[in-house]
């Protein structure tokens, strides 16, 4: 079964200092790999996926995502983390069976960035 | 050009009670899927629907059903509510995967309903 695990409740950084939001994922075959972002009463705003190719992968508000296949993780990353990142970020595989583009997520983990 | 839209933003229930919530996909797209997303955990797939058609259906109760209309927007029912049922209701968007070109694209999500049942 295809199942993706978010290892921290939060992460807290201070702002200016680089940020990591830790995933790691167990799929079988090539995974399908996404990251959101949740702010409070909103829904869900995709920042970056990996689908093939190069294992660094950017996205949205200067995020960026490191796949690394012998870990099994999708780390996402910041350079330098601002107040305004705190939030609630997912990370999700898609699922392989049927067309549906089924996302499984992880259980969330929230960022607080501090000034 | 408008995201997906949801509505309404809040609802409460007693137990018992029938729900049910609507969802608008994003200009284009023709697919759309729901998830409910419980308190301090992440999104649960509920279904998928295209050319008004359950798809496929994630690991929840016959109470839950939904419904597609001709111009893509969609319903979810919920019938014989429980208070487990309260959580945040999501409506994700896109072209349908089953076609190749689309398969490799993401959902883009409404900004749910957030159902309290009492």
């Known amino acids: 079964a295809q199942s993706v695990a978010q290892p921290e409740d939060q992460v807290n950084v201070a702002e200016g200092n680089p940020l990591t939001v830790k995933c790691t994922y167990s799929?079988?075959?090539?995974?399908?790999l996404f990251w959101y972002v949740q702010y409070p009463n909103r829904g869900l705003q995709f920042l970056l996926k990996y689908i093939t190719g190069d294992n660094l992968v950017k996205g949205s508000y200067g995020f960026e995502a490191e796949f690394n296949k012998s870990q099994t993780s999708f780390h996402l990353k910041k350079p330098s983390a601002l107040v305004s990142d705190s939030a609630l970020y997912f990370c999700a595989v898609r699922a392989l069976s049927g067309n549906t583009g089924k996302l499984i997520f992880g259980q969330g983990t929230t960022l607080q960035v501090k000034p | 050009d408008a995201g997906v839209t949801q509505s309404p933003t809040h609802l409460i229930k007693t137990r018992g009670q029938q729900v049910t919530l609507r969802c608008s996909p994003k200009?284009?797209?023709?697919?759309v899927s729901w998830y409910q997303q419980a308190l301090g955990q992440g999104p649960q797939f509920i279904f998928q629907y295209y050319e008004e058609e359950e798809r496929q259906r994630g690991n929840f109760p016959d109470r839950f059903s939904g419904h597609q209309f001709p111009n893509y927007s969609s319903e979810l029912n919920v019938n014989a509510l429980l208070l487990g049922d309260s959580a945040l209701y999501l409506c994700?968007?896109?072209?349908?995967?089953?076609?190749?070109?689309?398969?490799?694209?993401?959902?883009?999500f409404g900004p749910g309903t957030r159902l309290t049942v009492l």
């Open positions: 799929v079988s075959g090539n995974p399908y």
């Open positions: 994700a968007s896109s072209l349908y995967f089953g076609q190749r070109i689309n398969r490799y694209n993401e959902q883009f």
């Open positions: 200009s284009g797209h023709d697919t």
